[in-house]
């Protein structure tokens, strides 16, 4: 299998794979922040959280997104179950090829680093931590 060949099919699975997680209650959050590192996020929210709502932060391997690791892990049965808000930043393609998380590298990785700062902007706007 050459190549792009490859790529295609792999993009042919995930949007195969990843539909039906957006049905299940994974919504993106936008507006978060700067968002110095052009990290993606969405957020599981069960129709009954707990008070105060528990924010869980659950970061996908490489290769995955985080709605499909969300979903596959059990995360979001888990979070019906107990009332828990799950909170799943996603590392884009257009970052890192194998979609994976920076932690290697130390401009990244570091505290106040690019990734460390868009999450805790994730975890700021996440809607267990809004009022209201």
């Known amino acids: 299998m050459t190549p ?3 790529l295609a099919a792999v993009c042919a699975l ?3 794979v990843s539909l039906p997680a957006w049905a299940g209650g994974f919504e993106p959050l936008y507006d978060f922040g700067s968002n110095p590192g052009r990290l993606w996020t969405s957020v599981y929210a069960p129709s009954k959280a707990s008070a105060p709502a528990t ?3 659950a970061l996908h391997g490489c290769l995955q997104s985080g709605r499909i690791y969300g979903l596959e892990s059990g995360w979001s049965d888990l979070a019906d179950r107990f ?3 799950i909170l799943l930043p996603e590392q884009p393609f257009t970052n890192n ?3 994976c998380f920076n932690w290697f590298d130390p401009t990244k990785a570091k505290h106040g680093g690019d990734e460390v700062v ?3 902007q994730m975890i700021t706007a996440a809607p267990a931590n809004r009022s209201g």
């Open 83 to 85: 009332g828990w808000v």
């Open 4 to 6: 792009r060949l490859h």
């Open 118 to 120: 868009s999450i805790r």
């Open 97 to 99: 090829w194998l979609e």
């Open 55 to 57: 924010l869980i932060i």
């Open 14 to 16: 995930w949007l195969t």
